[in-house]
C-alpha cells in the first residue's frame, strides 16, 4: 500500500491524536502532562498552516507520522528561525516514514526563507537523534534537568539545521500559504514522496 506525504488538513487530528496521545502519556518525550483532545489537536494543524507547513505521511488505514514547524521565539528578530517536530507512529518506526516527512518538511522551509531550523529532544533518545543527524542537524547545547515529567527530571537536548546561509540583508519569510503557490514548494513535496516511495519499495 503506498504512503502518501501530503499537508495536513484539520481532519486528520484523530490521526495525529493516535500517535501523540500515548506519547504525552506515557512517555517524557513531550512535555506535555495532559494529552490534548483530537478537537484540540485540529485546532493546531488548522492554526499553523497559514503560517507554517504540517505534513502527514499516510496510507488508507491511518497517520503514521507527521512534522510540522513553529514559531522559534515570539520576538522579532527570530523571526527567521523555526523550531521543528516530528512523530512516527511505532509501528512505522525504522520504515523511512520520518526521514520522507522531514525531506519535504525542510525543503518547504528553504522556500520559505527561513534561514535555521531546531529541534529539542527530551534525552535520551537515540531513535530521535538519529533521525536528525541524519537530515543534517547537529547539536549545539543540552538544557540539564529542565523538565520535571513521570517523576523525574529530564535534559534536552538541541539540535540545528542550515536551512540556507545568514543573508546581510534578509527578506521576509513567506508564509506558508503565499510559498505553497511557488513552483518549488510541489517539488519539495515531490522529494519527500520520493523518499517514502523509495523506502516502501525496499519492503
Same mark, same amino acid.
Given at each position: 500500500?503506498? $504512503? ?38 485540529? $485546532? ?82 537515540a531513535a ?5 543527524e ?63 516511495? $523509495? ?5
Amino acid at each position: 500500500m503506498r $504512503r502518501v506525504v501530503r499537508l495536513a488538513e484539520p481532519g486528520d487530528a484523530a490521526g495525529v491524536h493516535a500517535i501523540y496521545a500515548p506519547i504525552v502519556r506515557d512517555t517524557a518525550i513531550s512535555f506535555e502532562v495532559d494529552p490534548p483532545s483530537i478537537e484540540e489537536m485540529s $485546532r493546531r494543524i488548522a492554526s499553523t498552516l497559514p503560517r507554517f507547513p504540517w505534513l502527514v505521511c499516510a496510507d488508507r488505514e491511518r497517520i503514521e507520522g507527521y512534522v510540522y514547524a513553529g514559531q522559534h521565539r515570539e520576538r522579532a528578530a527570530y523571526r527567521w528561525s523555526v523550531d521543528v517536530t516530528a512523530y512516527v507512529h511505532p509501528d512505522a518506526r525504522r520504515s523511512g516514514v520520518g526521514h520522507a516527512l522531514y525531506t519535504a518538511l525542510l525543503a518547504m522551509l528553504f522556500v520559505q526563507g527561513y534561514h535555521r531550523a531546531y529541534a529539542g529532544i527530551t534525552l535520551p533518545n537515540a531513535a530521535s537523534v538519529g533521525l536528525h543527524e541524519s537530515q543534517g542537524f547537529t547539536a549545539i547545547g543540552v538544557y540539564p534537568a529542565v523538565g520535571w515529567k513521570l517523576g523525574d527530571w529530564h535534559d534536552v537536548g538541541w539540535w540545528q539545521r542550515t536551512l540556507r546561509p545568514p543573508a546581510r540583508s534578509p527578506a521576509e519569510p513567506l508564509t506558508r500559504e503565499r510559498a505553497s503557490v511557488l513552483p518549488e514548494w510541489k517539488i519539495a513535496l515531490e522529494d519527500g514522496q520520493r523518499v517514502a516511495d $523509495r523506502r516502501s519499495a525496499r519492503g
